[in-house]
């Protein structure tokens, strides 16, 4: 957005590049429509600087990740800006919190193009990325739902991706707390990770 980003995210949006699970992953009831004991919070992705990452390297901190796409046209920007704003609420409790965006779209996001896209909304939001396989793996961990959607057959580089919204919050060793439907107030999940740091 900031290094050119933004023009492509305004032409994907007058394209109106934006499907039906995106629609769908927007309703409240997106936090119930999973069963929870069945998340597994393994991953192993790619970071900015090329080198592996898992969910092991944020052990004794709590981890806020949301799933998307740096092409996305209204969902993703809306959820990173809650994400940063719900670090900025925490003030320096916010050590103990990392926010992570996972891309679902590994054909476009490099590890580069997408540290330029998180930093943009929080230099402190880790983007991260990875083979099909790998990035596969990580959303069934997650019971995320993705899919690509081609707009133009003549271009195929010219798609969208609908993907489940929402955000998944970690605790210190590893476990699934929570997940915040599409919409959930950034206060709100604010005041929740500050009372769960507080009750370490």
Avoid: W
Avoid at 45 to 73: H, K, M, W
Wanted: overall charge neutral; charged content about 20%.
């Amino acid at each position: 957005m900031k290094h050119g980003r933004l023009p492509a995210l305004l032409f994907l949006i007058g394209l109106g590049l934006c499907g039906p699970l995106s629609a769908q992953s927007t309703s409240p009831h997106d936090l119930f429509d999973l069963e929870v004991r069945d998340i597994r919070t393994r991953y192993l992705l790619v970071g900015p600087n090329g080198s592996a990452v898992s969910n092991e390297d944020f052990r004794g901190r709590f981890q806020l990740i949301s799933f998307g796409y740096t092409y996305c046209p209204d969902i993703c920007p809306t959820t990173l800006v809650e994400m940063a704003d719900i670090l900025k609420q925490l003030g320096e409790r916010a050590e103990n919190l990392q926010g992570i965006f996972i891309s679902v779209d590994p054909e476009r996001d490099t590890p580069q193009s997408l540290q330029t896209y998180t930093r943009f909304f929080d230099p402190r939001i880790l983007g991260l990325t990875g083979s099909p396989a790998l990035v596969q793996a990580a959303a069934r961990n997650f019971k995320v739902r993705y899919e690509k959607v081609v707009k133009d057959v003549g271009d195929p580089k010219l798609y969208a991706v609908d993907h489940s919204a929402g955000m998944y919050l970690l605790g210190p060793t590893g476990g699934f707390i929570k997940k915040y439907g599409y919409g959930t107030p950034s206060s709100v999940i604010a005041q929740d990770v500050l009372g769960f740091i507080e009750a370490r």
